[in-house]
Antibody, heavy 120, light 106 residues
Framework: QVTLKESGPGMLQPSKTLSLTCSFS??????????VSWIRQPSGKSLEWLAA???????YYNPSLKSRLTVSKDTSNTQVFLKITSVDTADTATYYC????????????WGQGVMVTVSS | DIQMTQSPSVLSASVGDRVTLNCKAS??????LNWYQQKLGEAPKLLIY???NLQTGIPSRFSGSGSGTDYTLTISSLQPEDVATYFC????????FGSGTKLEIK
């Protein structure tokens, strides 16, 4: 059974660095073709793809946010991390991680999401 | 960036109606178009991938079509549990989502 679950700080102050963790089970990120992405959604708004990391460790970033994003994975290939530097109120959103499977089906499984509020 | 425009933004229909949701890309996306359903308070759920492929476990009343820049999600007979916001998504290039269509029951 494939599951993903995001975790994060809940709230942080402007200018700080946001650190998020996606913990997953039921698949391994070491499997050829597997990709895990981060996506966010401000309340009541649409979705924005942020970053991805694949089975080979290659990383992909939304060009509009690239300078602030860092995606990484752990050596056991069961967790993916995202750091966003210099946050401001516009980064307030629910953050999701989602999988693309080796058949190329994008975002077939999602985590439940973690809400992050940036406020002083 | 490829912009994805969905219409209408809100759609109200009756149970049993045939419903069509539209998605237009700002350039050719070569059928790399997915549809997601998001119910209130939940994560998005994949319905259709690569224009017309029904994801496992999704009812057959959902179908997708399109090519080039224009794509459609059709629900053949609307059910009460279909109340949700529907997002299209392109992965031909840097991934982008549409703004969503909120589907309501009359």
């Amino acid at each position: 059974q494939v599951t993903l679950k995001e975790s994060g700080p809940g709230m942080l102050q402007p200018s700080k660095t946001l650190s998020l963790t996606c913990s997953f089970s039921g698949f391994s990120l070491s499997t050829s073709g597997m990709v895990v992405s981060w996506i966010r959604q401000p309340s009541g708004k649409s979705l924005e793809w942020l970053a991805a990391i694949d089975w080979d460790g290659d990383k992909y970033y939304n060009p509009s946010l690239k300078s602030r994003l860092t995606v990484s994975k752990d050596t056991s290939n069961t967790q993916v991390f995202l750091k966003i530097t210099s946050v401001d109120t516009a980064d307030t959103a629910t953050y999701y991680c989602a999988r693309r499977n080796p058949m190329g089906i994008t975002f077939d499984y999602w985590g439940q999401g973690v809400m992050v509020t940036v406020s002083s | 960036d490829i912009q994805m425009t969905q219409s209408p933004s809100v759609l109200s229909a009756s149970v049993g109606d045939r419903v069509t949701l539209n998605c237009k890309a700002s350039q050719n996306i070569n059928k790399y178009l997915n549809w997601y359903q998001q119910k209130l308070g939940e994560a998005p759920k994949l319905l259709i991938y690569n224009t017309n492929n029904l994801q496992t476990g999704i009812p057959s009343r959902f179908s997708g079509s399109g090519s080039g820049t224009d794509y459609t999600l059709t629900i053949s007979s609307l059910q009460p549990e279909d109340v949700a916001t529907y997002f299209c998504f392109q992965h031909n290039s840097w991934p982008t989502f549409g703004s969503g269509t909120k589907l309501e029951i009359k």
